[in-house]
């Protein structure tokens, strides 16, 4: 029932495109080149090593037309750039370059852009460069990657919760345990399956294609998802033997040495796998998974445990003192609170790592959604707080029952007064407890002789205190054996006070809390996952080539002269774009995104701020083009640039739009 809802909330969370994590960062020739000769090959560089597709580069010509190209291959010594030869002989006017690679993080990215030979195409041909993603295969790939997060969130936390938190009952814990695993074997399946057809845009019914899942195969982002498949084997085992046979001094170790190659097939395909720091990112990664699976599992795992503490409301029922219980509750606080501890560690590190700057908190969708996230997870930690509260409260009810327990007197009769101290003799784990009786002038004490090992059988028994005066015996208590297998339980020791039932009840009520408060940190978190981070949108935006030319500052200015064809763009290119001289060029686009001929541009750049300006461009036209080499900007600022086209005798527009000119 809580993977139903785990899920439930996972599926309804909503799925968003991953945003592709490698950038662009130089092309040759550069998108909106006019070049005199054809070039020979076409290299992109990149923010990162990327994987080459079988159509990674596609060629069309001026009519549309795709163009056959060499295969594309990385620049010797140099996994960030590619490049493809060109065919000879491929004639004047414009071409169009449509690319797609696979980023080091396993994140697919495409683009495309123009170049010329001899002199710009009069009109643009209409070129499919296909599709960014395929919408059916982007919602199934994000749907199956927050499928297997909360399947090993759940799978991870609840076996941690079993071997340091000890239940008393761990048997309704197996559930849980069975749901995760097989969960997270098929989620994997289908992101292997799913990962050709991720890579290329394709549809969902090409992950039937052999070829495609060989190709698969042998890319590191495949590799990882088949190791992760692999890994599932031996966490069947350990499973296995944990639910047979209980744990032993081994288990934590390979339990958590499972934990760690599992969280390790994470790390190697999220964004820790490139950018800066790598092995520290790597690292980082590694522990903020397990530490997020701990708490969010080991909450799900005790919100059950709870729960079926609670199920029977009468208080004969013992669940409320159960010193067992209270014990789990008390180890798993400690364990939540060393594992948001290790949450906000590795959180801060992340997060700088990924923004770069405090301005993408807010001007990226990277620090937008962080901001989110740490809106939750302040929600997280005040339920968190809440627990711990209940919990110290649940605890200090028990003591008080133990304490009352542990005075159990026995009768009297006559006035001849007896006492007895049962002591806490139901500690788990102990054998042969010795109990005492006193009357007023002898004590007796008596062992049960147990075998070597603990009890051969499920409860241990401890005989009542022998007296010499008549007196009730005490209720014998029963102890789960050490290393006793799933599903084994006890009664309580006494009756529980309303104090210790009201406590689980509320503490139930906030662990429900804080799991669905964890699950909304949980989607969030994934969806960042996918997401082109700050420092790396920042780095896009100042390396990303300009149309025109290489570190150029380009500008769209819309017109509109109220006639029908009198609408349009012009794109505006100044070279170098920096304080001094530049050159400029401006293209004019129609209604129908083509090249359009005007009989005058006219452009001038003013600075409102000095009031500086209007400085006339000076446009001549260059055929195709207007141009000049001689405009000089003195200071930089924000410049407003303001375009006027004239279309016919008649009819002229203008348009405006700011230029950053830099020092």
């Known amino acids: 029932m809580v993977l139903g809802a785990v899920l439930l909330l996972l599926l309804l969370g909503g799925a968003a495109p991953a945003s592709a994590h490698a950038v662009l960062r130089s092309s040759d020739p550069a998108d909106g080149t006019v070049l005199r000769t054809a070039p020979a090959s076409v290299t992109l560089t990149f923010s990162e090593s990327v994987g080459l597709l079988d159509d990674s580069f596609r060629l069309f010509g001026p009519d549309g037309r795709r163009v056959h190209t060499a295969e594309a291959r990385h620049a010797p010594g140099h996994a960030d750039t590619a490049e493809v030869a060109f065919p000879a002989g491929l004639g004047q006017g414009t071409f169009t370059v449509a690319w797609r690679v696979v980023s080091a993080d396993s994140h697919p990215v495409s683009g495309a852009f123009t170049f010329s030979v001899g002199k710009p195409s009069p009109t643009s041909a209409a070129v499919d460069t296909g599709p960014d993603e395929n919408p059916a295969t982007g919602a199934l790939w994000d749907l199956a990657r927050y499928v297997a997060y909360g399947a090993a969130a759940l799978l991870i936390g609840t076996t941690a919760f079993v071997l340091l938190c000890r239940p008393p009952d ?146 004969e029922s013992g669940a409320g003192d159960d010193p067992r219980l209270t014990g789990t509750v008390a180890r798993f606080s400690r364990i939540a609170f060393l594992a948001v501890t290790v949450l906000v560690v590795t959180g801060v590190y992340q997060s700088w790592r990924g923004l770069g700057s405090w301005t993408a908190l807010t001007d990226t969708t990277y620090g937008r959604l962080l901001l989110a996230k740490l809106a939750a997870v302040v929600l ?48 788990a784990g102990s054998a042969g407890n010795a109990g005492t009786a006193a009357t007023g002038s002898e004590t007796v004490q008596e062992r049960t002789p147990e075998p070597v090992g603990g009890p051969s059988h499920p409860t241990a028994r401890t005989t009542a205190p022998q007296t010499v005066s008549s007196s009730a015996p005490l209720a014998p208590l029963a102890v789960p054996p050490a290393g006793a297998p799933f599903g084994t339980s006890s009664p309580c020791p006494s009756p529980a006070p ?41 780095e896009a935006a100042g390396t990303a080539p300009a149309a025109g030319i290489p570190g150029a500052s380009v500008t769209m200015i819309p017109f509109d002269t109220g006639t029908p064809g009198g609408r349009g ?14 050159a400029v060029e401006a293209v004019v686009f129609g209604p129908d995104g083509g090249l359009s001929t005007v009989p005058e541009l006219r452009l001038s750049l003013s600075l409102p701020a000095q009031k500086i300006g209007p400085i006339d461009a000076r446009l001549t036209d260059k055929g195709g083009y207007w141009g000049t080499d001689s405009l000089n900007l003195p200071i930089p600022g924000a410049w407003t640039a303001k375009a006027t086209v004239r279309v016919s005798e008649l009819d002229q527009a203008s348009g405006s739009r700011t230029v950053r000119i830099l020092r």
């Open 170 to 315: 761990p048997g309704p814990l197996r559930r849980p345990l069975v749901a995760g695993w097989w969960t997270l074997l098929a989620s994997t399946v289908v992101l292997l399956a799913l990962r050709a057809p991720y890579e290329t845009a394709a549809g969902p019914a090409s992950a039937l294609d052999p070829a495609a899942l060989a190709r698969t195969l042998t890319g590191r982002p495949g590799l990882v998802l088949l190791a992760r498949l692999a890994l599932l084997a031996p966490v069947a085992v350990f499973l296995v033997r944990l639910s047979r046979r209980g744990p032993s001094r081994a288990t934590p170790a390979t339990g958590g040495a499972l934990a760690l190659a599992l969280a390790l097939t994470w790390a190697a395909s999220e964004h820790a796998s490139a950018g800066i720091q790598v092995p520290a990112a790597m690292a980082s990664s590694v522990l903020h998974l397990l530490a997020m699976a701990v708490w969010l599992g080991g909450l799900t795992a005790l919100l059950t445990t709870l729960q079926r503490a609670t199920a029977d409301p009468a208080p």
């Open 498 to 538: 309303d104090g210790c039932l009201r406590a689980l009840r509320a503490l139930r009520r906030s662990v429900l809390a804080e799991v669905a408060v964890a699950v909304a940190v949980l989607v969030i978190s994934t969806v960042l996952s996918g997401t082109l981070p700050g420092r790396a949108a920042a």
């Open 569 to 582: 763009t012009v794109q505006i290119t100044l070279e170098p774009g920096r304080v001094g001289q530049n």
């Open 380 to 427: 997280l930690l005040a339920a968190a707080g809440g627990s711990r509260r209940w919990t110290a409260r649940l605890v200090t009810a028990a003591g008080t029952a133990g304490s009352a327990g542990s005075a159990g007197a026995a009768g009297s009769a006559g006035g001849a007064g007896t006492a007895g101290s049962a002591g806490n003799v139901g500690t």
